[in-house]
């Protein structure tokens, strides 16, 4: 089984190609950049215009040529996955159009793929987990998933913004360029502890009032060192804590990170110590399956297609709000190649 995956829910215009049976994976990806503020849909919907054409024939060429064991006659890939949703409905209309044009046009299978679960099914599938708990700390979300009967089912959430878009407004106020996750982890290197909201109810969490509380104290001259500081040491804790809570209410022994924000170094030791005082194994993806990326979306659409779960153009609606959880499961008992 070869995959063709497209991806292109917010920032990042993505094709890649797995291979079932070497295991591989390439990846294209040209991101959105704005030229100030946050991501605006409607010019990042421009960039998948322009930019998803260029990254699927890439991904295409490296189809073809890759691998020898297919005649000129043959599609390259054996079905095209897409991200159907959750992300921007611009920026999905144009990866939706583009998916269903290419599986018409090389008449294989179409799969639509949940951009959130295939998050967590990069992890579980690079790590051979069988059923972990998952961390996704992304920039539009902030959830811990658990696998029951049949689905994925949210244990807990974010109750107003994602992680990283919390993260992004700090660093806008500050007047730094998008993305501010990275700005923020290496200028929290120097910085020192600085008291902040830390709110977590339940299974649940929340991001804006930390976020309004350090504008403040940046506005009120604690050094924006000691804010990020301090904002990755209470934002962190809180999913760390969450995380926690999350393996001891299912017993589960297995935890994946998934998202952009799983890029922090910071983020990944927490949850690496945490698991290691309580005994279970953890497993955070290398960065390029971490950020959004259409390798997660070809290595899911390969397990959705050999189990059969494939999708008619004419039922191939994007979802812009697609939950995790209305997402049957109907791979994990199959050959998964
Ligand atoms: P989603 O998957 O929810 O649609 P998304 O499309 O915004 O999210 P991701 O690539 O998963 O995309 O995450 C992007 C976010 O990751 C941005 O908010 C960015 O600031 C954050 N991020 C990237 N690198 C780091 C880092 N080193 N530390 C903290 N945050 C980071």
Redesign the pocket.
């Known amino acids: 089984m070869r995959v063709l995956g497209v991806e292109g829910?917010?920032?990042?215009a993505s094709a890649a190609v797995f291979d079932a049976e070497t295991d591989s994976v390439f990846i294209e990806s040209d991101p959105y950049e704005p030229d100030s503020g946050g991501i605006h849909p409607r010019e990042a919907a421009e960039h998948m215009g322009d930019a998803v054409p260029r990254v699927i024939r890439t991904a295409l060429e490296h189809a073809r040529t890759a691998y020898d064991d297919r005649d000129g006659d043959q599609p390259p890939v054996d079905a095209v996955a897409f991200s159907r949703g959750?992300?921007l409905g611009p920026c999905l209309r144009v990866v939706a159009t583009a998916a269903r044009a290419l599986a018409q046009t090389l008449d294989v299978p179409l799969v639509g793929v949940n951009?959130?679960v295939a998050?967590l099914e990069i992890g579980r599938h690079r790590a051979g987990f069988d059923s972990p708990v998952c961390l996704n700390a992304?920039?539009?979300?902030a959830h811990l998933l658990g696998f029951q009967d049949g689905r994925y089912r949210v244990l807990g959430e974010t109750m107003d913004t994602?992680v990283?878009?919390a993260?992004?407004k700090f660093t806008r106020h500050v007047g730094w360029s998008h993305?501010?996750?990275?700005k923020?982890?290496s200028h929290a290197t120097d910085g020192e502890f600085a008291e902040l909201p830390y709110v977590v109810k339940g299974m649940d969490f929340s991001f804006s009032g930390i976020m309004s509380a350090a504008k403040d104290a940046y506005d009120d001259g604690v050094p924006v060192e000691d804010v990020c500081f301090s904002l990755q040491e209470h934002v962190f804790a809180m999913l760390t804590e969450v995380t926690e809570r999350a393996l001891s209410l299912t017993g589960t022994d297995e935890l994946v990170l998934g998202?952009?924000?799983g890029?922090?170094q910071r983020l990944r030791e927490m949850l690496a110590s945490m698991c290691a005082e309580r005994g279970a194994d953890f497993h955070a993806p290398e960065p390029r399956f971490l950020?959004?990326n259409a390798g997660m979306i070809a290595v899911l659409g390969a397990k959705m297609a050999a189990a059969g779960d494939t999708v008619a153009v004419a039922d191939s609606a994007i979802d812009p709000d697609f939950r995790p959880d209305q997402v049957p499961v109907t791979w994990r008992d199959s050959a998964e190649s």
């Open positions: 829910t917010a920032w990042c959750p992300g951009h959130m998050h992304s920039g539009a979300n994602g990283g878009n993260l992004d993305p501010g996750g990275p923020i982890e998202g952009g924000v890029q922090n950020r959004d």
